[in-house]
């Protein structure tokens, strides 16, 4: 991962982005001789990991009978 001052990533950021963006380099931003932030590619999205997450917690029961009833609520209007 290459170094880049915090100074000339702001005068370069657009070029910096089309390097990680097209060329998948990777930069560590630095300022006054200390690393202050990463900038690479990021991976998509994906679903497996919000599945994850949506297994590790499940949902509060009292906020599915909130849904529920507010649900009951609504009135469908037909559209002709």
Do not use: Y
């Amino acid at each position: 991962m290459q170094e880049i001052s915090a100074t000339e990533a702001a005068r370069n950021f657009a070029d910096l982005l089309d390097a990680v963006e097209h060329r998948g380099e990777a930069f560590t931003i630095v300022r006054r001789g200390m690393a202050v932030a990463q900038l690479e590619k990021v991976e998509p999205p994906r679903g497996a990991g919000m599945k994850a997450v949506l297994r590790r917690h499940q949902p509060d029961r009292a906020w599915v009978e909130e849904v529920e009833a507010a649900r009951a609520l609504l009135r469908i209007d037909e559209r002709r």
